[in-house]
T-cell receptor
């Protein structure tokens, strides 16, 4: 079975501060891992993905994530938060179909 | 380039009524999916279709039926709506490397 756990349903940072959203996965084989972002009243948009190869993955809007097999983690980071980053973020794992974490709502304070 | 189109965007049903949610994609994907999104639970897979003519149950299929009408279209039917089916429904299409989502249908069952 595959699943993802997102640590923290709400994260609040100040504008310009580091963003760190945590995701751990459970999978019996190396999975494909994803981060999606959802802005209010919209569908999900792919932020970045890890399939094979380099473990540090860069995505859109300055976000990146690192696949750490030893820690079964795929945490999302951004060095400097912007007000426009406020949204809900979902980690997902895909072996046969996409399974999502519960989501982390990011608030950015001015 | 429309991507994934869902209709309707909003719907209010009375308990026991039926309705069909429509989804169409123009990306020539074989696989299509229906998810529901509830607060604090992320997205849960209802049904998916790996190819035209095939459908399979996901995590939460009870109370739903689906039809893969052709390669482009994948509909979700609620035969007898219940308040527990109040949710936001998302259709998606794609491959293991990432999905494209529609903008969602907000359904309220009273």
């Amino acid at each position: 079975a595959q699943s993802v756990t997102q640590l923290g349903s709400h994260v609040s940072v100040s504008e310009g501060a580091l963003v760190l959203l945590r995701c751990n996965y459970s999978s019996s084989v190396p999975p494909y891992l994803f981060w999606y972002v959802q802005y209010p009243n919209q569908g999900l948009q792919l932020l970045l993905k890890y399939t094979t190869g380099a473990t540090l993955v860069k995505g859109i809007n300055g976000f990146e994530a690192e696949f750490k097999k030893s820690e079964t983690s795929f945490h999302l980071t951004k060095p400097s938060a912007h007000m426009s980053d406020a949204a809900e973020y979902f980690c997902a794992v895909n072996l046969n179909d996409m399974r999502f974490g519960a989501g982390t709502r990011l608030t950015v304070k001015p | 380039n429309a991507g994934v189109t869902q209709t309707p965007k909003f719907q209010v049903l009375k308990t026991g009524q039926s309705m069909t949610l429509q989804c169409a994609q123009d990306m020539n994907h074989n696989s299509m999916y229906w998810y529901r999104q509830d607060p604090g639970m992320g997205l849960r897979l209802i049904y998916y279709s790996a190819s035209e003519g095939t459908t399979d149950k996901g995590e939460v299929p009870n109370g739903y039926n689906v039809s893969r009408l052709n390669k482009r279209e994948f509909s979700l039917r609620l035969e007898s709506a219940a308040p527990s089916q109040t949710s936001v429904y998302f259709c998606a299409s794609g491959v293991s490397g990432g999905y494209t989502f529609g903008s969602g249908t907000r359904l309220t069952v009273v």
